[in-house]
């Protein structure tokens, strides 16, 4: 038995995703870069394995090969998301994300933590593949927790906690 009905609830998870919307921040997300290697004779990949040592005379085909050439490379994957962020109390900023209960969160944050609030996609960005950082604004943080989801009337939104990279 629910005190709130499916259409009061449907009626707040609507308002709510305009709240969201009106307030969020875009944060870019890096995940690692992944080693991307090209293919050798046949299809098959060819590691370029001249830098290691006793790898590199009978084997290495320098046609194939040039001197200073490589046969991989890292392929960058970051994407833009919208957040609500909530700072510490005391960088001045007002928290608008859940108003009372940001008060406390922020309350409870040390300088140079923040609590960023994602949608899911976003969450399933930040929790299937490994992050290298996260930009918020013109900073640069790195995930500190795994996700919460807190609210059960207000369905979709998970609470990660970040801290500053040096």
């Not at 085909?61 to 490379?73: I, K, R």
């Not at 640069?140 to 919460?148: F, G, L, M, P, R």
Request: net charge negative.
């Amino acid at each position: 038995m629910s005190f709130i009905s499916n259409t009061d609830k449907s009626q707040f998870q609507t308002a709510y995703k305009v709240f969201f919307d009106t307030f969020k921040e875009n944060i870019i997300i890096h995940r690692r870069a992944k080693l991307g290697l090209e293919e050798g004779f046949g299809g098959e990949v060819d590691i370029n394995l001249q830098g290691i040592f006793g790898y590199e005379e009978p084997a290495y085909d320098f046609a194939a090969y040039p001197v200073g050439s490589s046969n991989h490379a890292y392929e960058i994957e970051n994407s833009t998301f919208g957040a609500l962020v909530i700072r510490p109390s005391s960088q001045g900023h007002r928290n608008t994300s859940d108003f009372s209960y940001a008060e406390e969160i922020g309350a409870n944050l040390i300088e140079g933590e923040i609590v960023i609030k994602v949608e899911e996609d976003c969450k399933d960005y930040l929790t299937t593949a490994p992050v290298e950082r996260v930009d918020v604004g013109d900073k640069a943080y790195k995930v500190a927790s795994k996700d919460s989801q807190v609210h059960k009337v207000i369905t979709g939104y998970y609470f990660f906690k970040l801290e500053e990279s040096t």
